[in-house]
Each structure stands twice: as structure tokens, then as C-alpha cells.
């Protein structure tokens, strides 16, 4: 899932954004994350 999204930045966005994780897998940045909340929303990828 991350793959898909990392991807899909790359194309739309270019190197505008760092998606390094950390050790727990989760994105450093805040926008970032808040980016992958959202792709993952609207794909119907949350896990309630």
C-alpha cells in the first residue's frame, strides 16, 4: 500500500515531498502523512 502511494506522489508531485519513514513505518512529515490518511481514504482502504 505504501508502494502504491509512494508511487502515485512521485508521478503527481514529482520530488516535491520526502516520503521517508521511520522506524515504526510511519512518514516523518506531517503533510505527508495527512496525504496518505487522505489516499487511503478514498480508496476505501481504512481499516475501522
Do not use: N, P
Request: hydrophobic fraction near 35%; include cysteine; proline fraction near 0%.
Amino acid at each position: 500500500m505504501h508502494k502504491a502511494f509512494e508511487i502515485w506522489v512521485h508521478q503527481r508531485y514529482g520530488s516535491r515531498y520526502d516520503l521517508t519513514r521511520d522506524c515504526d513505518g510511519f512518514y516523518c512529515r506531517e503533510v505527508v502523512k495527512r496525504m496518505f490518511d487522505v489516499w487511503r481514504h478514498c480508496r476505501g482502504l481504512d481499516v475501522v
